[in-house]
Every structure is written in C-alpha cells, then in structure tokens.
C-alpha cells in the first residue's frame, strides 16, 4: 500500500503561483509513475503532470510552459509548481502514484486550488 498526502493549494489571484506537495509512505517499492491529476467543477478529472521513475515528465497541453513537476527522492515527495495561473486551473488537485502489478492507481485526498480573476 502507499500513502499519499497533498499540501500547498489555496488561493491565489490570476497570474501568481503556488507549489503542491505530495508525500508519499508505505510501500513505495517499484513505483513507476507519480502525478497530479485535476477536476475542475462539473468535468472530468484529468491528468495535469507526471514523472516517470526515469525522470522522464509530460504535461498536459493546457499547463505546458507554466508548470513544472519534480520529486525528491530523500523526501518521498513530489511537488507542482504552478507559474502564471489561470482561473481555468482552478479546481481540486490530487496526486496519484502507479505501482506495475497493482490494480489501480493510489490517490491522495485532494487539495482544492482557486484563481481567482
């Protein structure tokens, strides 16, 4: 099993920046993929950033340019750091991590987002 806990949303005027965090623990043996998905009201949840094991990242097209995804090995942690938003980032942000093997993705709980124009 993996734990993961999301922090650093809030409240943030169009044009500024914020940074989410996520801590993995557990079993973190063999995770091959950590990321931030999102959902906004009354859409989808859908995927913003990854990293691969590798180092390897991809973004969604939508966020390309303003946001970057990271990680810190020492610390079990991954981090979204969100330049220039917009009110459409607005929504509630979650990290996920993929172990090959298991049945689905872990979540964490979600940290909510809002830009405010």
């Known amino acids: 099993q993996v734990q993961l806990v999301e922090s650093g949303g809030g409240l943030v005027q169009a044009g500024g920046s914020l940074r989410l965090s996520c801590t993995a623990s557990?079993?973190?043996?063999?995770?091959?993929?950590m990321g931030w998905y999102r959902q906004a009201p009354g859409k989808q949840r859908e995927l913003a950033a990854a990293?691969?094991?590798?180092?390897?990242?991809s973004y969604a097209d939508s966020v390309k340019g303003r946001f970057t995804i990271s990680r810190d090995n020492a610390k079990n942690t991954v981090y979204l750091q969100m330049n220039s938003l917009k009110s459409e980032d607005t929504a509630v942000y979650y990290c996920?991590?993929?172990?090959?093997?298991?049945?689905?993705?872990?979540w964490g709980q979600g940290t909510q987002v809002t830009v405010s124009s």
């Open positions: 990293i691969r094991s590798g180092g390897s990242t």
């Open positions: 557990g079993s973190l043996f063999n995770i091959a993929v």
């Open positions: 996920t991590a993929r172990r090959p093997g298991d049945p689905g993705n872990y």
